[in-house]
């Protein structure tokens, strides 16, 4: 029996960053240590790693400016705080997302507003326009697995509404749209580094924006509450950024891994996507199955395949199809998933939300005075009737970014199989 026949062939997780470390990551950490200075404004021997990577990573998304920080989640906190979201504001986001999105804005004492979904798994702004109000602070776009969506008309609707948009972009980096950077179409954008994410050094994350008075209060913070002056001494005096910070500083070690991670991000994001779309060929052969809307292929960064089907069943089955026919899945990694067992990246998921639960055991956002027009608003299944269709009838592949040609082939094997076994040709 060949290789690519033996079912016991173990695939690679998808964590696209780390899957491509090598000897520059292990020297750049190196260095850190060495210079014994891993903290971002001073050290023994400083070596500015931080300022670089906001620099480098500000000109990447193509723009003004670029603050590090320890998560993507820190860099929600941050980036909303910043929009001065609070009680008595009501915050669009879709229900697809990560369960820091809408944590960020329930600890920020604003009451989130769920929209429903496109064909691209992205915001609808149709549906976005119809739940605008007066209330309405902020929106916050989540392009899922590197594809952009309606982005642009997303934006100018915020726009024409006088509303901040927030893209969080956590697992977007490297993704565009007909050139145009993931993060650079709203006021303000998030990045993750976290391990799952296109580059990673196992946590960080960024937060990017054109304006100096986002950059300024994000800054604030993400720090001691305060700005700094121009000679980098912190300036408690300034009344416009007298905050209370939340001391999620990126270290020296994270932007020393970051900033050779992003010089490798075209080939992470382009390994992924090639192999993606040679499996999109395999299935667009089949009748039954279909995919995400992708308007722009080439700035898709690839890492998850969506397989869209007529029922539920289907969708398991085709599942079921992929592991018995050989994609064996790895313990931690998560190769073909139905969508139910998405976990917390899906709203009715997250008991927290459906359940409108408090910040920390006292009252929760929804009883707050400011608040009060929130009281009735519900998150359970059923709130999204597009996302829950999508949501039953799918099941992902997360496509690794480094496999061997033997990995290829077991993987397009076993696609062709199970849809020929499952699905009739055109
Ligand atoms: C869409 C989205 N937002 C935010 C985050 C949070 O990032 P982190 O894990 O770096 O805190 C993630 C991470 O999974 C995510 O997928």
Redesign the pocket.
């Known amino acids: 029996m060949s290789k690519t026949d033996d079912k016991s062939l173990d695939l690679p997780q998808e964590w696209p960053g780390a899957l491509h470390y090598d000897e520059q990551e292990v020297e750049a950490v190196t260095r850190i240590v060495r210079a014994q200075s891993p903290f971002r404004f001073y050290g023994l021997d400083f070596q500015h790693e931080v300022e670089q990577l906001e620099k480098e990573f500000a000109e990447y998304i193509g723009a003004k400016y670029c603050l590090g920080v320890s998560?993507?989640?820190?860099a929600?906190q941050c980036a909303i705080a910043a929009m001065g979201v609070g009680p008595g504001d009501e915050v669009l986001l879709p229900g697809y997302?990560?369960v820091?999105?809408v944590s960020a804005v329930v600890r920020s004492g604003a009451i989130p507003v769920l929209v429903d979904i496109d064909n691209s798994f992205n915001m609808d702004p149709g549906d976005l326009a119809q739940k605008i109000t007066k209330r309405t602070k902020a929106v916050i776009m989540?392009p899922?697995g590197g594809v952009l969506g309606q982005v642009k008309k997303v934006a100018e609707i915020c726009k024409e509404n006088n509303i901040l948009l927030l893209e969080?972009c956590?697992?977007s980096s490297g993704a565009s749209q007909f050139g145009k950077m993931a993060g650079s179409f709203g006021d303000i954008s998030i990045f993750?580094?976290?391990i799952?994410k296109n580059i990673t050094a196992g946590?960080?994350?960024a937060v990017v924006t054109n304006s100096e008075e986002l950059y300024k209060k994000a800054f604030a913070v993400h720090d001691l509450g305060y700005t700094k002056d121009e000679e980098g001494n912190l300036d408690i005096e300034n009344k416009d950024y007298q905050f209370w910070g939340i001391g999620c500083r990126m270290s020296e070690v994270t932007a020393a891994i970051v900033r050779v991670q992003l010089k490798k991000i075209g080939l992470i994001t382009s390994s992924m996507r090639n192999f993606k779309y040679q499996l999109i060929e395999i299935i667009s052969g089949y009748k039954g199955i279909s995919t995400r809307y992708v308007a722009d292929p080439s700035g898709d960064s690839g890492g998850f395949l969506k397989m869209i089907f007529d029922t539920k069943e289907m969708a398991f089955n085709f599942r079921d199809g992929l592991i018995e026919n050989g994609i064996k899945v790895r313990q931690g990694g998560y190769y073909p998933v139905h969508m139910l067992d998405w976990g917390l990246h899906i709203y009715s998921n997250i008991t927290a939300l459906v359940g409108k639960k408090s910040f920390c055991g006292h009252h929760s956002v929804w009883e707050l005075q400011e608040n009060e027009f929130a009281k009735d608003y519900k998150y359970e299944k059923g709130t999204l009737p597009v996302l829950d269709s999508f949501v039953e009838r799918t099941t992902l592949f997360c496509v690794a970014s480094k496999l061997s040609d033997e990995h290829k082939t077991l993987i397009k094997k076993a696609f062709t199989k199970t849809c020929d076994l499952l699905l009739e040709s055109k």
Request: zero cysteines; proline letters at 0%; a negative charge.
């Open positions: 998560h993507g989640t820190a929600l997302f990560w820091s999105t989540v899922m969080d956590a697992q993750s580094f976290q799952n946590e960080g994350g």
